[in-house]
């Protein structure tokens, strides 16, 4: 069984940085689109950036500078890491890592496409 789970959430400043952590156990395939989303309470889950099999990235738009996203680990337990530098409190949210068996070339942003999610971590951007 598939199990993401996330850490590294907290409170910051304007113009801080957080790295989240995403621990991936029990994915045995070579394919798929793995990476963060991030949900306000009362909005619908965004994606932020995800990664295929090839690593190949796709990255928010709006986020793209701010928020770097990287692969470490071994091939049993990967972990995925997303460093969030200059953070604002628009940036204020939970973060989820979510995953998929789709892979390269099919990778998007789009939270549907993503059956297997963490519980998620709260990042909280405030003076």
């Known amino acids: 069984q598939v199990h993401l789970e996330e850490s590294g959430g907290g409170s910051v400043q304007p113009g801080g940085s957080l790295r989240l952590s995403c621990v991936v156990s029990?994915?045995?395939?070579?394919?798929?689109?793995i990476g963060w989303f991030r949900q306000v309470p009362g909005k619908e889950i965004e994606g932020v950036v995800v990664r295929d099999q090839l690593g190949g990235m796709l990255y928010s738009d709006p986020l793209k500078g701010r928020f770097t996203l990287s692969l470490a680990g071994n091939k049993t337990k990967p972990v995925l890491y997303l460093q969030m530098d200059n953070l604002k409190p628009e940036d204020t949210a939970t973060y989820y890592c979510a995953l998929n068996a789709i892979g390269w070339p099919r990778c998007t942003l789009t939270p549907g496409s993503y059956e297997t999610w963490g519980q998620g971590t709260q990042v909280t951007v405030s003076s």
């Open positions: 029990g994915y045995a395939d070579n394919k798929y689109c």
